[in-house]
């Protein structure tokens, strides 16, 4: 489990995250919904240690943060991070040679799924196939938690169909997710937990499902209460 | 930690990777400035005396009596030599730098894969400090080979009787800036060395300081390398402190300022560490 207790995060005098506690469970795909700059990326950075926090602690599996760390949890960001010159292949044996977790098998069927040229370099494709490719390598590993920023950002329609589709495949199973989306009505019958993130904190947490049985309220109808008033 | 060892070489291997090209290119400038040095000085000087010899109808044993003699002193202080050796010290000043800032700024930002290497993320900082060695000394040991060559090149091209000849060693004490970056000398060879790469440790530092804090962070950064400065030099103080110019002998003074030097590399390694464990920001 991912513990977020009670993280503070200022830039500069502008406080970002005022106390934002969580968890993420295995088997679980836990959505973050807030508008733009609300911190959603700021979080998925402090739990990958990739900017410190000003207060608060993050455990993962009650153990905190560690290089080793990056064989159980990973972060699929919404932009390249492989260096532009790097083929696909280059990319891939990258991530081989640091990794112990990648599974070399499920690289290759996610080439194949997503029908990717090992031989094009990342600086020339499209958005769509960068989000593509940002999946290859996060999925590949053989990690408990999976961490995706904003997934849906800009992409065209086919390629979403492609990406829900591994959302609801076993690809994801038993692991936990924590995704960060705007784009909430694809993988709205996807999403197990949700968090609503506004000035700073935790606005409101549910499970999606019980909402819709309980309340006769879906997701969409939530963040219309809550932002809408 | 045999696994460790394997991650820092695949590290090491893959920052040389992408070091090679500007490597290469320094080196081939180097290469063909220094060639070019070797033989256009020599035929001007040899075009020159006969020139000379012709018009005042000189013997060759009268044009020496009244010229110097050829020899490596004029290629050795020529912009053909000095000028890629000026070339490569600004080269590897701003390369430090870039080293890191790419990281950054480059059309992808690879500081997320890299921070997220199941690795020390010093062995990151070794891994790249030790590309600025390799570099360095590469340059070094080229540079060395070509003034070999060079002498071999001169000689024929000079004839004997216009040309004094020196070994390498000899090469290396003819002017000022070789015996810096040569010293004859072992010890002062490793501490002049020690010196420049400890310079190199601070300047990651502020990087770092930057990277972690941003424009407040420059400031702390260019505050923690003057006082490093500061520190480094200050055995310099301690004749007029002790306003007794004899209390330290000048060897003294050097193994105090390499001494001091050392120290100031522990700790920007040590502050390095904390910024990149605790405060490194993507």
Partial sequence: ?229 | MKQSLKHFIRLVNFEFERMYKFLFAVMGILIAANLAGYILLPLEYMNNAREIMRIDSLTTAQFIENNDPFSMYPVSISLWVLGPIALGIIGFIFYSVFIWYREWFGKNTFIYRLLMIPVSRMQIFFAKFLMIVIGVFSLLALQLLSLWIGEIIVSNIVLGEFYTSYNLPQILQLNYIFQIIFPSIGEVFLGSYIIGFVAVLVLFTVILFERSFRIKGLVMGIGYAIACLFFVLSPNLIPTVFKNYHILFDSELILLIFGFSLIVGMISILLSRYLLKHKITV
């Avoid at chain 1, 995250?17 to 998925?44: A, D, M, P, R």
């Avoid at chain 1, 560690?66 to 260096?83: C, G, H, K, V």
């Avoid at chain 1, 019958?189 to 999606?208: C, S, T, W």
């Fill in chain 1, 1 to 229: 489990m991912i513990e977020v207790k009670d993280i503070h995060k200022n830039f500069g005098r502008k406080k970002v995250l005022k106390g934002v506690s969580f968890t993420v469970n295995k088997g679980e795909i836990t959505c973050l919904i807030g508008i733009n700059g609300v911190g959603k990326t700021t979080i998925l950075n402090a739990i990958m240690d990739l900017t410190p926090i000003k207060r608060g602690e993050i455990l993962i599996d009650e153990k905190q943060h560690s290089p080793e760390m990056y064989n159980q949890i990973t972060f699929i960001p919404d932009a390249a991070i492989m260096l532009p010159g790097m083929t696909i292949q280059q990319a891939m044996d990258f991530m081989k040679e640091y990794h112990s977790v990648w599974n070399e098998k499920r690289a290759k069927d996610l080439l194949r799924f997503f029908k990717l040229k090992v031989s094009d370099k990342i600086q020339d494709l499209s958005k769509g196939n960068v989000a593509k490719v940002n999946l290859l390598m996060g999925l590949s590993l053989d990690v408990d938690y999976i961490l995706m920023d904003e997934p849906f950002s800009g992409i065209d329609i086919f390629t979403r169909e492609q990406i829900t589709e591994v959302f609801s495949s076993r690809l994801v199973e038993d692991r936990g997710v924590l995704i960060t989306t705007h784009e909430i009505s694809d993988i709205e019958h996807l999403i197990d937990k949700v968090l609503l993130l506004d000035d700073g904190v935790i606005m409101k947490e549910f499970y999606a499902e019980a909402m819709r049985e309980n309340e006769g309220k879906s997701v969409v109808d939530v963040l219309r209460e809550v932002y809408e008033g």
